[in-house]
């Protein structure tokens, strides 16, 4: 009889470790566990307020790519584990396996008073088309941006979407001469925001915030949110509009399994990308805390290494052999403007920031392109 995988999570690191998983063990019998056979291309979602894109440009239908694999599907959400592992508990029943890869993301951490009067972009794509709802309509006021933590994992947070968003919003305004009605400001509880992405990035990025006539609320932690704005240990940041991202934890599932997390609310894992304690178990992407630079980030990138890694991992261990494929700590980013980017990569050896250039935004468009093709076209 051949072996069973389960895969939870219909993300870029799910779709990867199943892929991964299909292509060095053809004739193995594949699950994907999700509660929906869709797709969606998050870092894309910044291009939705701004018109860039519509959200039926950036959900997949995964149908034909299942078929194609020959992956089973069960559309259902996950409730815990049993069994060390080998059986996973949904709403559509229980699952039994041999092998699984936990790839379900994290979520947002929602304890701020009045977060209800925030939008949170990476919410997906129904959040990213009320922003341009709320763009469209806007023809004078104050936009508010910015983007919190995790306190007991400080790396648990999603910076990059927000500076693009705010750079993005800037470029549309002007484009429909808004831009001298509508003030935009970007707050943060660090005076040196998005310091994952290396000193030289946080100095750029500021930097081109102030060529933009954006203002700055930093080294302020935020208190509460209200219709009229964002109060902060510094003082209220006025807004009719609060674009903000909130810091990261783990899947709220975990909490009914014996799996080990981290201070954040992580799935623990290895250098390997297992999970300690547990036989043939692996976890991929934002539901995990790994070891590695303080850097580290949450990305769809970091995700499609960490899946490959846990995937061929996986296939070694069914093997009786030890795992030994570690993730390369890599973050690569191209902070999009609309108009223009600027390119980041980082590596545990250098970190590159390069000027804003339009080839970098057309190198975003055209990655999301090539990446899409194989789902779209299976």
Known sequence: MSDHFVVLGAGFAALTAARTLRSKAPQARITLVAPKAEFVYLPSLIWVPTGVRKSSDLVIDLAPFLRKHRIDFLAAEVTGLQDGGRTVLTTGGPVENDGLIIATGGRFIKKLPGIEHAIALCEGVAAAEKIRERLLAMDSGRIACGFGGNPQEPTAARGGPMFELLFGIDTWLRRQRKRDKVELVFFNASDKPGQRLGERAVTNLLSHMAKRRIDTHLGHKPLRMSPEGVETEGGLVKADLILFMPGMTGPGWTHNSELPRSPGGFIQADAHCAVPGFERVFVAGDAGSYPGPDWLPKQAHMADLQAKAAAENLLLVMQGQPAQ?????????????????????????????LPPSRAFTWAKRWFEGKYLKDYRSA
């Open 325 to 353: 494929h570690v993730p390369k700590a890599e973050l690569v980013c191209i902070v999009d403007t609309v108009d223009s980017g600027i390119l980041v990569f980082r590596d545990e050896n250098k970190t590159i920031v």
